[in-house]
């Protein structure tokens, strides 16, 4: 893409400076971001002299320009000078796709808006696509990845077909997220097609040297996330001082830069046959199956990985209440001797029994399967106590435990209304009216609002789905297993018999990277909301032509980009019976929820301002999800 007007400024300062290094093809001195500081050294140092300190400036350009034109393949640079107290620091990066001549020229361009900043000036920075400048009194900016600036900019020209190139584009950014931070250099260029003879797409991902492996990675989720703008347009960029992140469906690096990021691909989705990103085509059982196991095999690798909250040691655990111990006999007793007839569920963590105690008290009693008993014991204890001691009208009450040989079982209130699931889509389903269903979408947000932001150690559930809303004799919804996935083993958390079922409900983060954080529910209790909305399971695969077919949330997706939300509604509710404004607004606000990328979702906190605000959302537009394909 050659630009006369961008070429001739560099171009002319190139000849003028009597350097040649090779040819200038195109330092892409397209400007994204000029900026000097307000302050002036005069400001800062007392015995500032603005003579010595453009000397001081002029001696670092110098100095950066040797550097990279001798040093093969240098495409990062800094340089620190104090003389006569005046100290100075910069930094130059340029993308590791130019070549030398290319980045002098991308150099010499940005100099000059940075001397053309007041005399004085004591910063400045000047982002091109080609190459970014900085300049400070100190060097702290070295390790800054986006405290000082953020730039987003999408190319004006919106793409046909957006569902597709949305996605593509989404999933080559996040390989080029996970790949750039662990290649030396920080530096990918790559390019992908979209399915279906749709465009190229090249993308490009660099990070600074001075900072750490994790900053990079922060740096670009950061990027990745501003970018989600852009997403529907031909190109984008987002950039700060730690990172830069491109893509173009216009080839902007020569081909033989582009590094294949598929074993990234890989080793993040295995090779059995998941990918994610896409949109949803043919898929059967046999495949989720696939896709299961591949999943058990990332998350076993993955461990690594986890953001886990912190095990063991509670702070304040010493300061609560023991939860009531029960003896192994009386719970024997209470259950007839764990019969079949008792048993009223398998979960994910073990069988559940309705036990009426010796007193008539009816109790539901959780025999937990778990396979890591010394880690277990450390932890049990402590965990237990934790859990007794949530109380919340919207959580399910610990009663107490029992503890004997390798047995751990809970000993749980017992709710008669069974769970929500039963209400959607099973036998009672049409049984709730929308009244109801507005007061369980408020009830379950109360209890995770509770777990995550008011309980004193911060609770992720990690596993909600309707067969873990139980329903009180009013009704209303009570958030049933909560701590217990820190019981397991972080590769046992998710994988029970009932795992299939659960993979609708787990966010790309988390499935992929195993990244766990507060908005891993967020992302579950937004497919929750669209499940009692619709009445209908987020499994299931609806075939019925080419925009009304997929999974519930691509539906649901569908049809709010189309206007037509109400399209999913559930038959069974009375349209006479809801605001259709009302129900607009929570559909909406599901897909917040359940947005790509985790900083985006809103918080617990944040969705119950939202859902008892009268009106539309307006000014919050959700981002398409990310939609799994199995191949
Ligand atoms: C700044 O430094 C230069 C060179 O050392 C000197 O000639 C000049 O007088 C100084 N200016 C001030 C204001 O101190
Ligand atoms: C710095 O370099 C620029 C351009 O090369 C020149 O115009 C300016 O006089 C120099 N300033 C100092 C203080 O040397
Ligand atoms: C840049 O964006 C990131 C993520 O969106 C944010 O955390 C950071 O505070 C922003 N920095 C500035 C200076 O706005
Ligand atoms: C897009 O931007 C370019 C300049 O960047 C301009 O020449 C062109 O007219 C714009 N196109 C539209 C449709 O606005
Ligand atoms: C890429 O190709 C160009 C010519 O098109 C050549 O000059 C350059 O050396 C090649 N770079 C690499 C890394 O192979």
């Avoid at 830069?244 to 993040?268: E, H, M, V």
């Avoid at 399971?537 to 019925?544: A, I, K, Q, R, T």
Wanted: overall charge neutral; proline content about 4%.
């Amino acid at each position: 893409m050659l630009q006369p007007r961008n070429l001739l400024v560099p171009l002319f300062i190139f000849f003028s400076l009597g350097i040649l290094n090779g040819v200038v093809s195109e330092p892409q001195t397209h400007l994204l971001s000029s900026e000097c500081n307000a302050y002036l050294i005069s400001n800062v140092f007392q015995d500032s002299n603005v003579t010595i300190f453009n000397q001081n400036l002029n001696a670092t350009l110098q100095d950066i320009k040797e550097q990279i034109s001798t040093v093969q393949n240098k495409h990062f640079v800094t340089s620190q000078q104090s003389n006569g107290g005046n100290p100075i620091a910069t930094l130059f990066q340029c993308r590791n796709y130019l070549s030398v001549a290319d980045c002098v020229a991308c150099l010499n361009a940005a100099a000059e808006p940075i001397r053309q900043c007041p005399a004085g000036t004591s910063g400045a920075h000047v982002v091109y696509d080609g190459c970014f400048l900085r300049f400070d009194i100190s060097s702290s900016f070295f390790e800054e990845t986006t405290q000082g600036f953020n730039i987003t900019s999408c190319g004006n020209q919106t793409i046909g077909e957006a569902i597709t190139f949305t996605s593509e584009a989404q999933q080559m950014l996040m390989n080029l997220q996970r790949a750039t931070p662990t290649i030396t250099g920080f530096s990918v260029a790559t390019k992908t097609q979209v399915p279906n003879n749709g465009p190229l797409i090249y993308g490009f991902a660099q990070c600074i040297e001075t900072i750490s492996q994790s900053q990079c990675e922060d740096c670009l989720n950061s990027q990745y996330n501003n970018m989600q703008t852009c997403l529907s347009s031909s190109d984008g960029r987002a950039s700060s001082n730690g990172c830069f992140l491109r893509f173009s469906t216009s080839s902007f690096f020569p081909d033989n830069q582009t590094i294949p990021i598929t074993p990234w691909k890989k080793q993040a989705s295995s090779n059995k046959g998941i990918i994610i990103g896409g949109v949803v085509v043919g898929v059967s059982l046999a495949l989720i199956l696939i896709a299961l196991f591949a999943f058990i095999i990332i998350r076993r690798r993955k461990n690594a990985k986890m953001i886990s909250v912190p095990r063991g040691d509670i702070p304040g655990a010493s300061k609560l209440k023991g939860p009531v111990t029960f003896s192994y006999n009386i719970l024997k007793t209470a259950t007839k001797n764990f019969s079949k007839e008792n048993k009223i569920g398998e979960g994910g963590f073990g069988a559940v029994y309705k036990g009426t105690l010796s007193n008539g008290k009816v109790v539901a009693i959780k025999k937990l399967t778990l396979h890591h008993f010394n880690k277990i014991d450390e932890e049990f204890e402590s965990e237990v106590k934790l859990i007794s001691n949530v109380h919340h009208r919207n959580l399910v009450r610990l009663l107490g435990c029992c503890s004997k040989g390798h047995n751990r079982i809970l000993v749980y209130e017992y709710m008669k209304n069974k769970s929500l699931d039963i209400y959607l889509y099973g036998e009672k389903k049409g049984y709730l009216n929308w009244k109801q269903r507005y007061e369980v979408i408020l009830g379950i947000a109360r209890g995770l609002a509770y777990l995550h932001e008011e309980f004193h150690v911060r609770i992720i559930h990690r596993d909600i789905k309707t067969q873990n809303i139980l329903l009180d004799d009013d009704l209303q919804p009570r958030i049933a297993d909560f701590g217990l996935a820190r019981l397991m083993p972080e590769d046992k958390t998710h994988l029970s018999t009932r795992f299939a079922g659960t993979l609708g409900y787990t966010p790309p983060e988390y499935a992929i990277y195993g990244q766990l954080s507060e908005k891993v529910d967020i992302y579950s209790y937004g497919v929750v909301v669209l499940e009692i909305i619709s009445g209908e399971n987020c499994n299931n695969l609806e075939v019925d032509g080419d925009d009304e077919g997929g999974y519930l949330l691509q539906r649901a997706w569908n049809l709010y980009e189309r206007g037509m939300h109400l399209e999913l509604v559930d038959n069974a509710l009375n349209p006479n019976d809801y605001d259709a404004d009302e129900v607009k607004k929570v559909i909406e606000i599901a897909l917040l929820c359940t947005q790509p990328s985790a900083e985006t979702r809103p918080t617990m906190s944040e969705i119950m301002v939202l859902l008892q605000k009268k009106g539309l959302l307006e000014s919050m537009r959700p981002t398409m999800p990310m939609f799994i394909e199995i191949t």
